[in-house]
């Protein structure tokens, strides 16, 4: 029997006891190593739809393919929760090189994936679709992917109660293939090739890659800045489990945010063709509503005694401090600073909340040294989450487009837009009783420029903002 099947208890040799394989012993199985290297060899065989034209290669695919069919059975055993998916993706597999490597459809296999019915701290799954990898290759090519679930008790104790939210699946990088050595963060159902769009049921994200990059670049940013942080958010520096428990969390309340509301549109924005700055606002709604939560279940869990308090409760309250820390940090820092300026939504929800926050005379930028007043934050900050979901509520009795033109009134009264910003001017009246195509058509690629303070900020921060893509719990320290 394979070492990662079992181990032998000493003194009594005809006694074995099977026990779950380690992240470390997937990661160097040969069955996963001899998987991910034919996975990386059939990638350059595919183009952007994920099929493989060139009849002359069908020859080496298959024999790649082999390899990974092969590799998925034998591996099989280790995912017991994942038998029926497996044994669909190695259908999918022979279906697709019996009909000559064509757009590849990995739908059956997709639908008997269900990791959120799986929630169970540690648990690894093997993950294998041809699948583009959001913020990381466009195209659909073949990703092997090993992942451990991250489900702290308290989490599944939030999960339980108000903050329900069967679709999330907080994970953990094991090994990866190259659409993976990315900035991608997510594991998403929607990104597979497939011949239909489903209901989708679950969505991962890779709390372990969230929280390494966060801590990299908030460490760089608060020397270079000389902000002193918190001793509790300084523990967030510190500890990769302590932060992505924290990012956990807070994703577990952002996910189900894009649900729930007043919503006077299709939450999901990504279906629409608007401008950028609404898909800014719907995310920053979501951090913020993370933040507004977290300040809420704080004072509620600190007006108690702590011996009144569950061990559950006791680390809620622990980490719904740490999360005001992180949606802060995350979005001034990195968010803002991370990604091109082309339509750069994150980027333009990190500029609002640092200068929502200096404007409101919280945040400080004298002698060259960043300042917070961490006692008067809170409030500050929940009356921007608030301005936005009064924008949502006002705007379910308004025209599309009128709503548009709320949202920029919002954004731009706090970050200034771009000198020759035709939105800042006023829209001519043929945009305005146009088509909303027009309205977008209007809107600059970098709409609301870094200001001075980021300029120079980003000169220093570029390198190591950069040096966090493919960066994982394991690679951080």
Partial sequence: MSEFH?????????????????????????AWLRLKNAAVSIRPLQIKDGSIPESDAHGEAREHLATIVSAVRELAA??????????????????WAAENFGVPDFYDSLMAFQPQQHRVDGRSHLVLFPMYTQNGSTDRLVEAVLVEVVWPDFVAELEAGEYSNKLFVPIRFLDFTPGYDTNSAVLFPETVAMRAIPTFTWGAIFADREAARFRRVVKAAAEITKLELPADAQALLESQELTEETFVMWDLIHDRTHMRGDLPFDPFMIKQRMPFFLYSLEELRCDLTAFRESVKLERALSAQSPAELTDAETEILTHAKLVQYAVIFDRIFRFALTGNRVRNYDGLGGQLLFAWLHQHHVLHWTDTALTIDWAE??????????????????????????????????????????????WARGLPDDVLTGAPKGYTDLVMDDEFPLSMFYEALSKKMRDVIESTAGITGRTAE
């Fill in 78 to 95: 280790l995912f017991p929760w994942d038998a029926e998916y497996l044994d669909a993706v190695v259908v999918d597999c022979e279906r």
């Fill in 377 to 422: 934050v809170p409030d500050v900050v929940v009356s921007l989450g608030n301005a936005i979901d009064e924008l949502y509520w006002r705007s379910i009795d308004r025209p599309k487009v009128a709503h548009w033109l709320a949202a920029y009134e919002l954004v731009s009264s706090t970050v200034e837009p771009h000198p020759a910003s035709a």
């Fill in 6 to 30: 079992a181990h032998v208890i000493v003194g009594e040799p005809e006694v074995v006891e099977d026990r779950p394989a380690t992240g470390s012993d997937l990661a160097s199985h040969p």
